[in-house]
């Protein structure tokens, strides 16, 4: 069964930090670009960051330039978002999902996605 599991979502101070992770299970995460979306509470879905499959090439929103990284490790089979300098505007339910088609922002290009994680930055 293919699956994805996320965890790390918590209640965190606006300035404060989390890795986000998502391991995949039921299929191997070599050959799919991954990314993460978030959808804050009233808001669409969007896009936060995607990694290529065979060279690691990164993307990011305009939003979280600069403050969150996403990374993989095949050998774990799990995709990681770091996210530091966090505020309230990144308050939101937080996805990963993969794809055969290559690294895009483009929600439509995504076939598995996981089941989210809450991230909420609050004092």
């Known amino acids: 069964q293919v699956q994805f599991i996320e965890s790390g979502g918590a209640l965190v101070q606006p300035g404060g930090s989390l890795r986000l992770s998502c391991a995949a299970s039921?299929?191997?995460?070599?050959?799919?670009?991954i990314a993460w979306f978030r959808q804050a509470p009233g808001k669409e879905r969007e896009g936060v960051s995607c990694?290529?499959?065979?060279?690691?090439?990164?993307y990011y929103a305009d939003s979280v330039k600069g403050r969150f990284t996403i990374s993989r490790d095949n050998a774990r089979n799990t995709v990681y978002l770091q996210m530091n300098t966090l505020n309230p505007a990144d308050t939101a339910v937080y996805y990963c999902?993969?794809?055969?088609?290559?690294?895009?922002?483009?929600?439509?290009?995504?076939?598995?996605w996981g089941q989210g994680t809450q991230v909420t930055v609050s004092s």
């Open positions: 990694i290529s499959s065979s060279d690691g090439n990164t």
């Open positions: 039921g299929f191997t995460l070599d050959y799919y670009a």
């Open positions: 999902a993969a794809t055969t088609i290559g690294a895009t922002m483009l929600e439509d290009e995504y076939d598995y």
